[in-house]
């Protein structure tokens, strides 16, 4: 059974500087992708990133780019240029090969970037 | 535009009551989902539909049913026999494709136990 853990239940940061939250993962699968997401105070969850286990380079989408160490299992997800606007709770998801394509999500970095 | 609706956004249970969630989407997507949210638990698997008239259990399915009788719809029924229903519920859909297919959430419901 996969698994994805995230062991910062709380981050802070101060505007403008980067932070990274982590993610680890299980799987035997050698096919698999892995995404984070953003959950703002309001509750919907919005797509950031996505990272593919054959991918050869780390995706970057804008300030958001992945730290993908497949030998470690870890695509940690790092935030540059930090603004208050990016204070939410962020998840890191995986999907498997040959499932129904559910994800299976982390419990969450809640994090809280200050003026 | 298109996207993923939930109603109600709040919704309260008295004990022993059913209650149903809805979820609608004009995205045309083949796959649904209900996810759990409880506080440090992260989202948890409920039920999912890839095609209509077709749904399979998820990791905690238990007090829970599910129809699929059109492709934009997806209702959660949370029965009597849930004992702990108070949660943060978020619908998902996403296209059948490969393994980066993106999938879109809809704004959640509330349910709280009264």
């Known amino acids: 059974a996969q698994k994805i853990t995230q062991t910062q239940p709380g981050m802070f940061v101060q505007e403008k500087e980067a932070v990274t939250l982590d993610c680890t993962y299980d799987?035997?699968?050698?096919?698999?992708?892995l995404f984070w997401y953003k959950q703002p105070s309001s509750g919907e969850m919005i797509f950031l990133i996505y990272?593919?286990?054959?991918?050869?380079q780390n995706a970057t989408e804008g300030r958001y780019s992945l730290n993908f160490q497949k030998a470690r299992k870890s695509a940690n997800l790092v935030i540059s240029a930090s603004q208050l606007g990016d204070s939410a709770m962020y998840f890191c998801a995986m999907r498997i090969s040959g499932s129904a394509r559910q994800l299976t999500f982390g419990s969450g970095t809640q994090l809280t970037v200050l003026p | 535009d298109g996207g993923i609706t939930q109603s109600p956004k709040y919704l309260f249970r008295k004990e022993g009551q059913n209650v149903t969630l809805s979820c609608e989407q004009n995205l045309n997507h083949d796959a649904m989902y209900w996810y759990r949210q409880d506080p440090g638990q992260g989202l948890r698997l409920i039920y999912y539909?890839?095609?209509?008239?077709?749904?399979q259990k998820g990791d905690i399915a238990e007090g829970y049913s599910v129809s699929r009788e059109k492709k934009e719809s997806f209702p959660l029924t949370v029965t009597s026999a849930q004992k702990n229903p108070t949660a943060f519920y978020l619908c998902a859909s996403h296209r059948m494709g490969g393994m980066n297919t993106e999938a879109f959430f809809g704004q959640g419901t509330r349910l709280t136990v009264v």
């Open positions: 799987t035997s699968d050698p096919s698999y992708g």
């Open positions: 990272q593919g286990s054959y991918d050869q």
């Open positions: 539909s890839q095609i209509v008239n077709d749904f």
